[in-house]
């Protein structure tokens, strides 16, 4: 079956523009999870959703950084006013529900921000 | 806090040589889950094992096995025979059921290059 697909894969901004990244999670999975992963780093947690009820939002690292599930399957993560520290790979990875811990990843948006 | 650590940044052997990925973890939590995930250069990170914190049988999938110990904190990933696909960094992460917590700690990673 399909896997977690990601898009853009690619995104070039320059600094203080909004970006939008979108994550389709597999079907029918309940948990949604993004994660930040800089270059030569683990990931690191950003938030997470239950279908659209966002549960945990403490990685995010600023109020610029906002994600939304609103139908509780394609999440989006929007960052307004990009920085040049805001440049890595964003990552989604979703699960079947809380119970199971699993959780499978996508491809990644590698954001550039100049 | 939960913490997760990959001492050995990167790891170049020849093909054929047996190799064993160091993971150490930390955590308060008694009831806890523990990943190794592959991340080859397309970026995607592959699932290949989970360990609950009851569990300390080692478990073998064909070339691939994992040493889990409890009484060092530290669950070890090994590749047998190895073979330039496996050629990928290499994440140990920790999940601890901590307020429900469902987020993944990961450690740095380990580049592993195998040389034909």
């Known amino acids: 079956g399909a896997g977690v697909s990601q898009s853009p894969r690619y995104k070039v901004a320059k600094r203080g523009q909004d970006v939008a990244l979108r994550c389709d999670p597999i079907?029918?999975?309940?948990?949604l999870f993004w994660y930040q992963q800089a270059l030569g780093q683990g990931p690191e947690f950003l938030t997470y959703?239950?279908?659209?009820?966002?549960?945990?939002k403490s990685g995010l690292p600023s109020d610029r950084f906002f994600a939304e599930r609103p139908e509780g399957s394609v999440s989006t993560l929007k960052i307004q006013r990009t920085q040049q520290e805001d440049s890595a790979v964003y990552l989604c990875?979703?699960?079947?529900?809380?119970?199971?811990?699993?959780?499978?990843f996508g491809p990644g948006t590698r954001l550039t921000v100049l | 806090a939960q913490k997760v650590t990959q001492a050995q940044t990167e790891i170049s052997v020849v093909e054929k040589e047996d190799v064993t990925l160091d993971c150490v973890y930390e955590?308060?939590?008694?009831?806890?889950?523990l990943f190794w995930y592959k991340q080859p250069p397309s970026g995607e990170l592959v699932f290949l094992i989970r360990?609950?914190?009851?569990?300390?049988q080692n478990e073998i999938s064909g070339r691939y096995s994992w040493n889990f110990q409890k009484s060092t904190s530290s669950f070890n990933f090994t590749i047998t025979a190895s073979q330039v696909v496996d050629s990928a960094v290499y994440f140990c992460?920790?999940?601890?059921?901590?307020?429900?917590?469902?987020?993944?700690?990961f450690g740095q990673g380990t580049r592993l290059t195998i040389n034909p």
């Open positions: 955590t308060r939590d008694t009831t806890y889950y």
């Open positions: 959703f239950q279908n659209e009820a966002q549960l945990d």
């Open positions: 079907s029918g999975h309940v948990s």
């Open positions: 990875a979703s699960s079947p529900d809380r119970r199971t811990d699993t959780q499978y």
């Open positions: 992460a920790l999940r601890a059921l901590i307020q429900g917590a469902q987020k993944l700690v």
């Open positions: 360990r609950n914190s009851f569990d300390e």
